[in-house]
């Protein structure tokens, strides 16, 4: 079985400072790992995947997440946080392999990003 | 760059009343899905569609649900007798492949039962 946890309901941060949403999981398999962003009154936009190989992922609008096997967590980064960063992010996580061979989407409840100017 | 398009973007119903919800997925995927967002609570997954047929779903898709592609570009979700609790978000979404690849999601309907 699969399963995903954003430990912060909420993170606050200033602009220009740097930003970590985090995200644990645990899979039975081979964890294939994304993140999304929600605005407001939109779907969710697909940021980054790790699937195998660097453990730094880089993905959209300078984001990227590192992938650490031994602590079972796939952390979201961004180096310098913009107001317009502010939304709900979303890690999942997909065990490919395991119990759920197939794979459905395992989501996190969510992290609320709040930059301030 | 390709969308997934659902409507409408909002939906109220009576309560028992039958709903459908319409989606159109991006046009090379071949995998679908649904997903529920109740609101303030985290996106959950209903369904998944590949090959005109239910992959996968989880225990929220009961007998009151049921998802068709009626042609080659509509994926639909058909509540029979919609309940309050039904009342959420709802997220269409496609892929390419299963596996490593992305699922990229329309904006959601929102269906408020009265």
């Known amino acids: 079985a699969q399963s995903v946890a954003q430990p912060e309901d909420q993170v606050n941060v200033a602009e220009g400072n740097p930003l970590t949403v985090k995200c644990t999981y645990s899979?039975?398999?081979?964890?294939?790992l994304f993140w999304y962003v929600q605005y407001p009154n939109r779907g969710l936009q697909f940021l980054l995947k790790y699937i195998t190989g660097d453990n730094l992922v880089k993905g959209s609008y300078g984001f990227e997440a590192e992938f650490n096997k031994s602590q079972t967590s796939f952390h979201l980064k961004k180096p310098s946080a913009l107001v317009s960063d502010s939304a709900l992010y979303f890690c999942a996580v997909r065990d490919y392999g395991g119990t759920d061979s197939w794979g459905k989407f395992q989501f996190g409840a969510g992290t609320q990003v709040v930059v301030t100017p | 760059e390709p969308e997934v398009t659902q409507t409408p973007s909002h939906q109220v119903t009576q309560m028992g009343q039958e709903v459908i919800l319409r989606c159109v997925p991006i046009?090379?995927?071949?995998?679908f899905y649904w997903y529920r967002q109740i609101l303030g609570q985290k996106v959950e997954f209903l369904v998944s569609?590949?090959?005109?047929?239910?992959?996968?779903k989880s225990e929220i898709f009961d007998d009151q649900f049921s998802v068709e592609r009626p042609d080659g570009s509509n994926f639909t979700l058909k509540i029979r007798s919609t309940k309050l609790e039904d009342s959420a978000m709802y997220f269409c979404?496609?892929?390419?492949?299963?596996?490593?690849?992305?699922?990229?999601f329309g904006d959601g309907t929102r269906l408020s039962i009265l």
């Open positions: 899979v039975s398999g081979n964890p294939y």
């Open positions: 979404a496609s892929s390419v492949g299963v596996g490593n690849q992305p699922q990229h």
């Open positions: 569609f590949y090959n005109n047929e239910i992959s996968e």
């Open positions: 046009s090379n995927h071949l995998y």
